[in-house]
């Protein structure tokens, strides 16, 4: 099957998002998403270019840092909340069909709550009204996660976002794809060198890129194909190795593009 193939705008070391589109679309990529922006001029110029360049603008992903506030009393979670809804309105505003989002954070997040989930209620029920997609990204318990994506099980709007180097260095006997399967809608794909089981203290979630690590990539195509996912391959990667520093922003891009049509090859 062959899929459209993506990056993050914001793989590239002292660049910024909007300057990275010219250099994506060169390598090849037909796809990119970005973090969030508080303001919507700035994702007003990025899709400009992208609709200019012939690039697809997939999804924004929306803040993390403070997610587990969404699940605790009072008003803390506002800030978090707050953001969320404004990355799905600058994705209303600009047509950019969907929002990922987290779920909690840490190998010890609060437990699952009434609270919490009227708040992610207000959340899906808010991108819906805006025609905008909430995709939730797998991260160290499967539990929080099946939870909501349970709940939304009949809304059309809402999704996962599989991440394969969160399964290989998180949940590595969790078979996300064979539980979500045709909810899939959105991939983060980049490499790492997994984590002991018994290793609950450090976090091995490198971002490698693909055959860096030891994620087994032809696993997640057969599952990918066998469920019918036909949405783009997007890497999730940076310049954050001194070897991949080392590389000029070209050359670090080419080898993104090679990398994730290997993949896409399988």
Known sequence: MKRKLGINASCLRGISQLDALSMIKAA?????FTGHFE???????????????????????APFNGINEMWMPGLGYLTM???MKQSIDHAAEHG??????????????PQVNDLGLSRYDDIVLYAKDRGVTVAFENLRLLGNLAVLVDRYEHMDNVRFCFDCGHEHCY???VKWLDIFTNKVCCTHIHDNMGRPFDDKT?????????FDGT???????????????????????GQNRPDYQAMSPEAFLATCYERIKKISEM
């Open 28 to 32: 090849g990529f037909d796809t990119f």
């Open 39 to 61: 303001s919507s001029e700035e994702v007003g110029a990025i899709k400009k270019k992208a609709d200019e360049l012939g690039l697809v603008y997939e999804f924004i992903h």
């Open 81 to 83: 909340f707050d953001a």
């Open 96 to 109: 950019v069909p969907a929002v990922i989002t987290h779920v909690s954070s840490g190998w010890t997040p």
């Open 171 to 173: 949940t590595k006997t």
């Open 202 to 210: 450090n976090d091995y979630d490198s971002h490698m890129l693909p």
């Open 215 to 237: 994620y087994d990539y032809e696993q997640m195509m057969r599952k990918l194909d066998e469920y019918g996912y036909a949405g783009p391959l997007t890497l999730e990667v």
